[in-house]
């Protein structure tokens, strides 16, 4: 990656903000591998995912009032990770995920002290359902509970149709559903936050 940087005329214009595309193209590619591709897409995805992460850290590297590299990148992630993994890296237990997950979170709340809402910490920037999914497990934590909608799927496969004809709906109606998801998440967010 130093190479490229140094030697690619391309490479050298590219700056973080540039990248993101390419960082989102990159991560639907391997959610694509995973979820119907084979082994070596996985593995060709996963390294084009990586080679993002090193991308980044490369241009990281030579901020001239705050610069880092994929070093500084990976011993960050470890030392988070020994934190939040005591039952493996130190003396505590957990036997079940459940117990897994409150040492996970008990980690996570000390080591984000300064958040003051459960929402501080969500992207806005996720995908709209992946979001809505997010909020509505956040929102839970605090006791608001998003009205129920009239559909009752009865598994995965009927909730994926229900889904489709709301969009469908959306559709012949004229409104960006996607909108109207978001929106309706920044007005559950604003419950969320008045709760707390």
């Known amino acids: 990656m130093r190479a490229v940087r140094e030697r690619c005329a391309w490479t050298q214009t590219i700056d973080h903000h540039d990248l993101v595309p390419y960082l989102v193209e990159e ?11 084979t082994r070596a897409d996985l593995r060709e995805e996963l390294g084009d995912l990586l080679w ?15 610069p880092f590299d994929i070093d500084d990148v990976a011993r960050g992630l470890t030392e988070k990770m020994v934190r939040r993994h005591p039952h493996v890296f130190g003396d505590a237990v957990a036997s079940t995920p459940e117990e897994v997950l409150v040492h996970w979170n008990a980690a996570k709340a000390a080591e984000k002290r300064e958040r003051t809402s459960v929402l ?4 806005a920037h996720m995908p709209s359902l992946a979001l809505a999914q997010k909020v509505l497990g956040k929102a839970a934590q ?45 007005a559950l967010s604003a419950e969320v936050r008045a709760a707390e």
């Open 27 to 37: 991560s639907a590619e391997v959610i694509d591998a995973v979820e119907s591709g």
């Open 52 to 66: 993002q992460v090193l991308f980044h850290a490369e241009i990281a590297a030579g901020d001239p009032e705050d």
């Open 120 to 123: 501080d910490g969500v992207s």
């Open 142 to 186: 605090v006791g608001v509970v998003a009205g129920r909608p009239p559909l009752a799927p009865a598994d995965e496969s009927e909730l994926g149709d229900a889904l489709l004809a709301l969009v469908q709906l959306a559709r012949e109606h004229g409104w960006d559903a996607d909108r109207a998801l978001r929106s309706r998440l920044r």
